[in-house]
């Protein structure tokens, strides 16, 4: 307690930093006087009197010092002290200082800024009570493909089992949603009952639904995202009068999700799956599974569960469905599955970075310390300890580290500002990143971590070995090879080792990149415009009746006829999802060969005769309209594309993609076949392929070319894909076809929103999502090869530097300016080389594991149909 | 020493206070008396004495000393303590080897 006190108070005399000599020389100086007269008293000579009292008291600096020690901490003033003195030995070089401060700055900012990334998607916990309880779940194919679950299995999941607190579905998709200050497109999700206790979260404004929102043809209600109350919605306070058109249907506002709540993520209005009838069939695999997990039952429990839930369902129903198991996987890790792997390589890149650093500065440091050795032998001449050495090494790197950790923190705050920019869109969680506290911890860790380092490297290299032989050795002779060269020798290996490794890396995916880049989609993207719309019908009912079908066809046509009228328009064309960019919205199924079998009645037989594989093919199911395969440059390969005869009481016709050709009719003519594909849209007529146009990658440029079905959206209507765009080709400027197009959209169908973009642009946005590791790791290959060129360069300078005199004596001796040449050159190239090949037997058993596990994520990312990232 | 010093005499200054050691001492303890400030600075901190300016006999400003509760209370149990070990210390001296068992 006392000494704690005393501690405290020396703490702050230090810190306060008074001079406490003042008053002691004052008191001093009223000790000798009073004793002088006392000795005066006693008879002495004043002289004398005052000597005798200087006696009696002592040496006055030795008691000032004495003072002054007891007054401080004096281990910490010499820390400071040390400080200063580094402070001041950088200052001196600053060259040295800058290059060694820039260069930590580099690594320790990268570091922290894709470490903030780390922590926000893959670290952080989600933001619902008891997080590790959610999972997702899935019905499993026998061949282990996982899928969502159809209508009644999700029910019986729902009822059957006892390791749940609550189990629900949920699905979302873009639609148009008006009643706010504007129409806009934006997610919606259907909800079953439990979903919003199974996330643990309730509306922080209004209420859950009710009973009698929750049956079909109940009161339709709604939820709104925090987001879209501010933005549409003005963050009214009273919901009462607030309704929503979407779907076809009106709905009362009933709650607001509080702020921060984003799941499915980008959601902005859930609505309950209760209210409309749900498909009997147990293979529509429509809805997305989420469960909360009773106290104290364990993910293999649940699993299990589940599981005997699914064989029951595959007993009892045998070949009707196609489960015969269930998945379940926590909801965090469902959520970053796709990413893990990526962010664990960048953050194994950006580690790499901060190595070479660290072993540039360590070079830095060994040739200063060598530098320093003459100095250091003075020191310890002088009586300088180990401790105190090491302790005047760590005082030098930690100032280092310090200014290049708070540069770097600076540089991170800096990039975390601009990752979003890079960043893909579909990386989940990314709005939480921040430089936050664990962030900040990382940082200071990783500086701590590199100055502790740094400075017992340098120390060590400085006491090692007899620092007398330094002193005596002076400068001439002491050129001596030595130590310190080959170990920088093996500090720049090891850094052109890494360096290799990152560059490897960013080589192998700079080539995916080009070839991605450099891949034929299958038509012409040029002079593209592309306008995604949302028809304000019900999309995804299945009771659609045929007049509201026809409105929309007209409504279409009549628009595409006005849009094609624009001067400088070429052509115009219509297609149910924007290829490539948008391929992931095109559904896909199964459909029927007819062929002289009668089409079936009702969607139940469908699915009976279904279950002859050679009457089955598997297609993307895609609308389009007449001029689509013209405008967008998909070329005819054989029969003919829509044309004017085709309308809605013609024989409903098709056009196939080549692949689709050749792969389920490889040895007879696709053209003429009658199919079956009313699955997609609820519209049992059958459809007959009429053509065969070229292929298109319309899943994306990495992907094989997808086999589609085409179907006239005059006879089919738009129904079956959820985000029809139209496509216009035009060499006029863009923003004036736009703006006329604005207008006439804003006349014909003034609550339907549009996206207005071009095909170039739509492309982009597809590519960032590929192009962030590319660019990310990229940079980190720059900057570490920028470093290992300084620390090669350091090397050699420093070793030529020190053999300047054996240098002139060579010379001096006969050799030739290229025998000089020669031998400076090959010791840079022997490390070089040296390095490479380390680097290059590393990268060789480092890319073997990525690709390994990229072949693992493509096949996971697209067995579930997630859209890949990269 | 120095604490009791102040509870005997009071406030008192460095100079005072090394005079009233050297005398009581009956001068055996002549010590360099500048010893003594690193000393009072020491007891200073932890809180056992307290400092103010003052006048002193020859009207210059001196420093003067004074026990603070918590060194009052110091100076009781090291007197404690210390009034222990010299009776234990004391016990040593006056047994005589007859009087051992």
Same mark, same amino acid.
């Given at each position: 307690m006392r000494s704690l006190r005393r501690f405290f108070t020396r703490l702050l005399n230090l810190v306060t930093g008074q001079s406490p000599d003042a008053r002691l020389t004052e008191e001093i100086e009223g000790h000798i006087a009073l004793q002088t007269e006392e000795n005066l008293r006693a008879g002495l000579s004043p002289a004398e009197a005052r000597r005798q009292a200087m006696l009696k008291f002592g040496g006055v600096e030795g008691v000032k010092e004495e003072y002054r020690g007891e007054r401080g901490l004096p281990f910490v003033e010499t820390l400071l002290q040390d400080m200063r003195y580094a402070m001041r030995t950088l200052r001196k070089n600053p060259g040295f200082t800058a290059i060694a401060v820039f260069t930590l700055a580099l690594g320790i900012g990268a570091s922290t800024a894709i470490f903030s990334v780390v922590d926000a998607v893959l670290l952080r916990a989600l933001p619902? $009570?008891? $997080?590790?309880k959610l999972l997702r779940l899935w019905e499993k194919a026998p061949d282990g493909r996982l899928m969502n679950l159809a209508d009644p299995n999700l029910d019986d999941f729902v009822t059957e089992n006892d390791t749940f607190t609550d189990l629900a579905g949920y699905e979302h998709w873009l639609s148009s949603v008006s009643g706010g200050s504007e129409p806009v497109r934006v997610n919606i999700a259907s909800v079953s009952r439990g979903f919003f206790k199974a996330l643990g979260v309730e509306p922080f404004r209004g209420r859950a639904f009710a009973a009698d929102e929750l049956q079909v043809h109940g009161a339709p209600a709604a939820i709104v995202s925090h987001s879209y109350w501010q933005r549409s919605? #003005? #963050? /009214? &306070? #009273?919901?009462?009068n607030i309704h929503l058109k979407m779907e076809g249907a009106v709905y009362s506002v009933v709650g607001v999700m509080p702020e921060g709540f984003d799941y499915p993520p980008g959601v902005a209005v859930w609505i309950p799956r209760e209210l409309y009838p749900e498909l009997p069939s147990r293979t529509a695999h429509n809805w997305r599974g989420l469960g909360r997990m009773r106290d104290g039952v364990t993910v293999a429990q649940a699993r299990a569960n589940l599981s005997a839930i699914a064989r029951r369902i595959k007993e009892e129903y045998g070949k009707e469905v196609d489960l015969n198991d269930a998945a379940v996987v926590p909801l965090a890790d469902a959520m970053v599955g796709d990413v893990r792997a990526a962010l664990l390589t960048l953050l194994g890149a950006v580690g790499l970075l901060l190595l070479v650093a660290c072993a540039n500065v360590a070079g830095l440091l060994v040739a200063r310390t060598s530098a320093r050795r003459k100095e250091l032998a003075v020191r310890v001449a002088l009586g300088a300890g180990r401790g105190r050495l090491i302790q005047q090494f760590l005082a030098e790197s930690f100032s280092l580290s310090v200014a290049g950790g708070v540069l770097g923190v600076v540089i991170a705050i800096a990039a975390v500002k601009a990752l979003p920019a890079i960043l893909p869109a579909n990386l989940p969680r990314q709005e939480g990143m921040t430089v936050n506290t664990s962030v900040l911890m990382f940082a200071f860790a990783a500086i701590v971590a590199v100055a502790v380092s740094l400075g017992l490297f340098a120390a060590w290299r400085a006491i090692t070995g007899d620092l007398q032989e330094a002193m005596i050795a002076?400068?001439?002779?002491?050129? !001596? /090879?030595?130590t310190s060269t080959r170990l920088r020798g093996f500090l720049v290996i090891g850094e052109i080792a890494a360096t290799l490794v990152i560059l490897v890396g960013a080589g192998l995916l700079g080539r995916s990149f080009l070839q991605l880049i450099s891949t034929? *989609? !299958?038509?012409? !993207?040029?002079n593209l415009i592309t306008m995604e719309f949302s028809l304000p019908t019900p999309q995804w009912q299945q009771g659609m009746q045929d007049p509201d079908v026809a409105r929309q066809i007209h409504l279409v046509e009549d628009t595409l006829a006005r849009l094609r009228a624009i001067p400088g328009v070429e052509r115009v064309g219509v297609a149910g999802a924007l290829p490539v960019a948008a391929g992931d919205n095109l559904a896909d199924g199964n459909f029927l060969i007819l062929n002289g079998t009668k089409a079936p009645a009702d969607l139940s037989e469908f699915s009976r005769m279904a279950q002859n594989p050679a009457q089955v093919g598997r297609a993307y199911y895609c609308v389009a309209g007449e001029e689509y395969f013209r405008t967008t440059g998909i070329p005819l390969i054989r029969g003919r594309v829509f044309g004017d005869q085709d309308d809605w009481n013609s024989p409903n016709v098709a056009v196939i993609s080549e692949t689709l050709a050749r792969q389920r009719w490889p040895n007879q003519d696709a053209i003429g076949q009658v199919i079956e594909f009313g699955n997609m849209d609820g519209n049992l007529k059958p459809v007959t392929v009429v053509g065969i146009v070229g292929d298109v990658r319309a899943n994306g440029? &990495?992907? *094989? *070319?997808s086999p589609i079905i085409y179907v006239d959206f005059r006879q089919r209507g738009m129904k079956a894909n959820s985000s029809p765009t139209i496509v216009m080709r035009s060499a006029a400027p863009e923003g004036q076809i736009v703006s006329a197009s604005r207008g006439i959209f804003h006349e014909m169908a003034p609550d339907v929103p549009v996206k207005f973009s071009t095909f170039r642009d739509e492309m982009s946005g597809w590519l960032a999502n590929r192009r962030f590791l590319l660019l990310v790791v990229g940079f980190f290959a720059a900057a570490a090869l920028a470093l290992a060129a300084v620390g090669v360069y350091g090397v050699v300078a420093f070793s030529v530097a020190r053999r300047t005199q054996e240098i002139g004596v060579r010379m001096a001796l006969g050799a030739q300016r290229s025998n000089v040449l020669g031998l400076v050159l090959g010791e840079g190239a022997r490390l070089a080389l040296l390095g490479v090949a380390i680097g290059i037997a590393v990268s060789f058993a480092i890319t073997r594991l990525i690709s390994s596990c990229w072949v693992w994520y493509w096949v996971k990312a697209r067995g579930l149909h997630f859209s890949a990232w990269p | 020493m120095v604490l009791k010093t102040l509870d005997v005499l009071g406030a008192q200054h460095g100079y005072g206070i090394a005079r009233r050691i050297e005398q009581i001492s009956g001068d055996l303890l002549a010590v360099n008396q500048g010893t003594l400030y690193p000393v009072l600075l020491k007891l200073e901190q932890e809180g056992a004495i307290a400092s103010d300016w003052g006048a002193s006999e020859n009207n210059r400003r001196a420093r003067f000393y004074r026990l603070t509760k918590e060194g009052r209370k110091q100076l009781q149990v090291e007197t404690q303590d210390w009034e222990q070990t010299a009776a234990i210390i004391g016990r040593f001296f006056e047994v005589k080897a007859e009087d051992l068992p």
């Open positions: 619902y $009570p008891k $997080p590790e919605l #003005g #963050g /009214a &306070d #009273g919901l009462s002076g400068s001439r002779s002491y050129t !001596g /090879a030595g034929n *989609p !299958g038509f012409i !993207g040029n440029l &990495d992907l *094989p *070319p | -």
